[in-house]
């Protein structure tokens, strides 16, 4: 019962600093590790960075704030603007970024992949959110331009505008 005990409160004290980490300010890491996600930091405004990804990947979509936004909440029939940064599972290789283009993407939500779609709704402006979404829900058995076939994707996502 003690060890119970103890590996409650020590999940307790990992939601705790992974909340108050996702509050603002700056360097903001959040402990995705606990989670089986790749870590990332950055702070609001500047792109991320992303840890190169470990072990197997999830087969389900994996979702987690990793700075709670404020304003605007996305709905399923949403027109975004974003920054947004996607990694490879496989390779732990960025295969493209907004951030290095200078330019955010404006698009509505129903018309990008059912990983956006399932993981982006809820997610606030000013918020940052990672997606880890496997094939199913990305490019699938065939993959897309540089994104290899049955790929998982890493997407961290920073909500610009909602409408």
Do not use: H
Request: net charge neutral; proline share 7%; glycine share 14%.
């Amino acid at each position: 019962m003690k060890i119970k005990n103890k590996l409650a409160i020590a999940a307790i004290i990992a939601l705790s600093v992974t909340s108050l980490t996702a509050c603002g300010g700056k360097d903001k890491v959040t402990d995705t590790a606990a989670a089986g996600l790749p870590a990332v930091t950055g702070n609001a405004g500047e792109a991320p960075t992303i840890a190169a990804p470990t072990g197997t990947p999830p087969t389900t979509l994996q979702t987690q704030d990793i700075i709670v936004g404020t304003g605007t909440e996305v709905v399923a029939t949403s027109t975004l603007t974003v920054q947004y940064t996607l990694m490879s599972w496989s390779n732990g290789a960025i295969v493209e970024s907004s951030w290095t283009g200078g330019q955010p993407a404006t698009f509505p939500l129903s018309g990008v992949i059912a990983g956006w779609q399932q993981g982006l709704p809820g997610a606030k402006v000013g918020g940052r959110r990672l997606l880890v979404i496997p094939a199913a829900l990305g490019y699938g058995p065939n993959g897309s331009g540089p994104i290899g076939p049955n790929e998982t994707l890493i997407f961290v996502v920073d909500i610009i505008a909602v409408s």
